[in-house]
């Protein structure tokens, strides 16, 4: 005799009463528009934010590049060149009262170039002028040299110093 082939029948089991259906879990809840608009102005927040980290860290590296530059010495604007050792903590200080002293002077006036004695150029450069680091070096637009300071000092004595550097500058230049 054949046995009749039998169709499976779904099971009947009811959940314990206060939980749901498994198809009813599987079910996504809907999203309001409230939600919605809250969650796509969160991300614009966070697009925004990401976007200006990103752009000042670029105009930051930027900067840094530029300040290494010392092939922009002789362009025609007098300089400052920082003799610098970035893990020398009196570097670092005279370093912020020269971005200090130099708030006081328009973008073109003067540029501040930074010879950094840990990359090869920075030692060469150093090397080539005699001098250590926690030194400046003073050059007009010619890239000639024209003054040294050694050591720490205010912004306050810095500005007056790169005062009188630029006036000798525009009266050697006239």
């Known amino acids: 005799m054949k046995r009749a082939k039998r169709k499976a029948k779904p099971s009947k089991s009811k ?4 939980v749901a259906a498994p198809a009813a879990a599987a079910a996504k809840p809907s999203v309001s528009r409230r939600d919605f608009i809250r969650n796509i102005q969160l991300g614009a927040l966070g697009v925004a934010v990401v976007g200006g980290g990103g752009w000042y860290l670029v105009q930051d ?11 922009r010495l002789g362009n025609g604007v007098p300089s400052v060149v920082q003799i610098h050792d970035p893990s020398c903590p009196k570097c670092t200080a005279l370093q912020r009262e020269v971005r200090d002293a130099l708030t006081a002077f328009e973008g073109g006036d003067i540029q501040y170039l930074v010879a950094d004695i840990t990359r090869t150029e920075g030692r060469r450069f150093a090397t080539m002028h005699r001098v ?4 400046l070096l003073l050059f007009d637009g ?3 040299r ?16 790169f005062r009188d550097h630029l006036q000798r500058h525009s009266a050697g230049s006239s």
């Open 15 to 18: 959940a314990a009463p206060g």
């Open 142 to 144: 010619k890239g000639d």
């Open 146 to 161: 024209q003054g040294v300071l050694v050591g720490q000092n205010t912004s306050d004595r810095l500005e007056q110093v």
């Open 132 to 135: 250590n680091h926690v030194t």
């Open 61 to 71: 590296v930027m900067a840094s590049t530029r300040e290494h530059d010392l092939s």
